[in-house]
């Protein structure tokens, strides 16, 4: 089980990556479409005896068998990236849900530390806050966005009880 403030690293981490999410989401896509269309186009032949064959238990492949392997690592390899654009997706609807959840302030306080890298003070001039104003607010709303994208387990849990 993470720590609370593993999450809040990895919410930071996430948001910070953010736009280069989509960017690997939209290469994903067309390298997927690339390779899909290399396998379209590669046909295997029908195996011929004489030209080809194999005899005493060689390593070797036929061309025949060698195409088949190339189709089968080929498609693996697709479904690998599928799954890896598919998982991106997800992060990148889960943040997005989440920032729909937040008031217009509240996303520009993310978006302007965790996204664009702009500084508290350069945040609290645009919003009209304190500096200090801005980072408080801003720490609740990265633990809001925090509980949103990975549920209620991401809240501490307070260990001691003192009477």
């Given at each position: 089980?993470?720590?609370y ?8 981490r996430?948001l ?31 195996i ?6 194999i ?79 801005a ?29």
């Amino acid at each position: 089980m993470r720590e609370y403030g593993d999450y809040i690293r990895e919410t930071k981490r996430l948001l910070q990556n953010y736009n280069k999410m989509k960017v690997a989401v939209t290469n994903l896509t067309e390298e997927i479409k690339a390779q899909e269309m290399v396998l379209r186009d590669e046909s295997i032949s029908s195996i011929q005896y004489g030209d080809n064959r194999i005899s005493g238990g060689t390593r070797e492949l036929t061309t025949t068998e060698a195409a088949a392997v190339r189709r089968i690592k080929l498609e693996g390899h697709i479904a690998d990236m599928r799954i890896r654009r598919d998982e991106i997706e997800r992060t990148i609807r889960a943040i997005d849900r989440a920032f729909e959840s937040l008031d217009d302030a509240d996303v520009e306080l993310v978006q302007g530390r965790y996204m664009r890298g702009q500084s508290w003070i350069e945040i609290a001039d645009v919003l009209n806050y304190t500096e200090k104003w801005a980072q408080e607010k801003g720490g609740k709303v990265l633990r809001d966005v925090a509980l949103m994208l990975f549920g209620v387990e991401v809240r501490p849990v307070q260990l001691k009880i003192f009477f």
